[in-house]
């Protein structure tokens, strides 16, 4: 019977911080939006699309998802399609990921 309540008692503090670290917080009370959860896209030039690697060449800004400053390497695509869409030389804006151990692009669109 203890145990039922030390559990019982551990669960009503952690929702009390819950609730207090949500009081807390300086965004507003409004519904997270799809764009504002989406990670921040970084400018980048296509320089070569390699259809048979499955892989884009893209001279970039830094990478703040990643961690990564400025520079010109290949990617994998985790959606092949894009390689259809993009040629090199085209202006872009992507987000890149880790998966599988490799460096991958989750997500890409023209720049506007």
């Known amino acids: 019977m203890s ?3 030390i559990s019982l008692m551990a669960a009503m503090a952690a929702l009390a911080f819950a609730g207090t670290a949500h009081a807390q917080s300086p965004k507003s009370d409004a519904p997270m939006t799809a764009e504002a959860a989406a990670p921040e896209l970084t400018d980048g030039e296509i ?3 390699d ?3 499955k892989k ?3 001279k970039h800004g830094p990478l703040k998802s990643l961690d990564m400053p400025s520079m010109t390497m290949v990617f994998a695509v985790s959606d092949e399609s894009v390689l259809d869409k993009f040629q090199a030389g085209d202006k ?3 987000d890149a990921g880790k998966m599988d151990g490799k460096i ?3 997500r890409i669109e023209p720049a506007r």
Do not use: E, G, Q
Request: glycine fraction near 0%; avoid cysteine.
């Open 104 to 106: 991958v692009v989750t």
């Open 47 to 49: 320089r070569k699309v």
């Open 92 to 94: 872009v804006r992507f």
């Open 3 to 5: 145990k039922i309540r």
């Open 51 to 53: 259809k048979d690697s």
């Open 56 to 58: 884009l060449t893209i």
